[in-house]
């Protein structure tokens, strides 16, 4: 069933305007009487039939409602080293499809794409347009959020907060079985970029509190390593 996104929802009535309202009408072609989902972006699901429908201006009217099923109780989040080419919007895509409820970008001393402020800043509008449409894809209750380029320092001290962080470094000697918590209250992920981490940056990261792991006896190309990596703790905290 299609699903879309609306802040703010008040009253048994819900309007969605703009590009949506157009995707509705002229690519969906959806009339009166056709059944659709809304979230809140609050993690609330709602379950509406079309009024009304005009390129303009699409009129819903609620008929149930529901806590979202596909949200994750343990938010993780993607710290992802900056790839080449498009494999950022790849890791994007399905960080979101997996769960993830934020991903940041970060510049580590590997990072062989080093884009200006103009051009990061033109990046993250066009990735937080594909968070959204994997949201939409894939069931979110959410829309999750792209972050703004951080250093690795500062990656660092924001994983540092929660309960979980973890490095995935090809040099670790730590099972990932080993180091997973029972029930973590929160979980970061960093990922390399195409070249890893150094182990000086290995170093740091331990200094600061983060754990470092390995994912397997093979050596994975760095979009590959996140979906890999979101997958196994997801999988460990019952979501699979």
């Known amino acids: 069933m299609p699903r879309f996104f609306v802040e703010n929802i008040a009253g048994d009535v819900i309007y969605i305007t ?3 309202a157009r995707h509705i009408a002229k690519s969906l072609h959806m009339e009166p009487g056709r059944q659709l989902v809304v979230s809140d972006m609050q ?3 709602y379950h509406c039939r079309i009024v009304g429908v005009t390129p303009e201006i699409v009129t819903l009217q609620i008929e149930s409602r529901e806590p979202c099923a596909s949200e994750s109780r343990v938010p993780v989040c993607l710290y992802q080293a900056l790839p080449k080419g498009d494999k950022l919007e790849f890791a994007v895509q399905k960080a979101v499809e997996l769960g993830a409820v934020e991903i940041t970008p970060v510049l580590t001393s ?7 402020d103009k051009a990061m800043d033109k990046k993250l509008a066009r990735l937080q347009k594909i968070a959204y449409e994997a949201a939409k894809q894939s069931g979110r209750g ?6 703004p380029l951080l250093s690795y320092e500062d990656a660092l001290r924001e994983m540092a907060e929660f309960n979980l962080p973890i490095l995935f470094y090809e040099e670790s000697q730590a099972a990932l079985r080993d180091i997973l918590k029972p029930q ?3 979980v970061a992920v960093l990922i390399g970029s195409e070249g890893g981490f150094s182990q000086a940056e290995a170093a740091m990261a331990e200094a600061a509190g ?5 994912l397997g006896k093979r050596i994975l190309r760095c979009e590959t390593a996140g979906v890999c990596a979101l997958s196994v703790v997801m999988y460990h905290l019952g979501e699979f």
């Open 18 to 20: 703009g590009e949506d």
């Open 43 to 45: 993690r609330t699901d």
């Open 110 to 116: 590997r990072c062989i794409s080093r884009p200006g």
């Open 142 to 147: 959410i829309i999750p959020q792209v972050k």
């Open 184 to 186: 973590p209250a929160s």
């Open 210 to 214: 983060v754990l470092t792991a390995g």
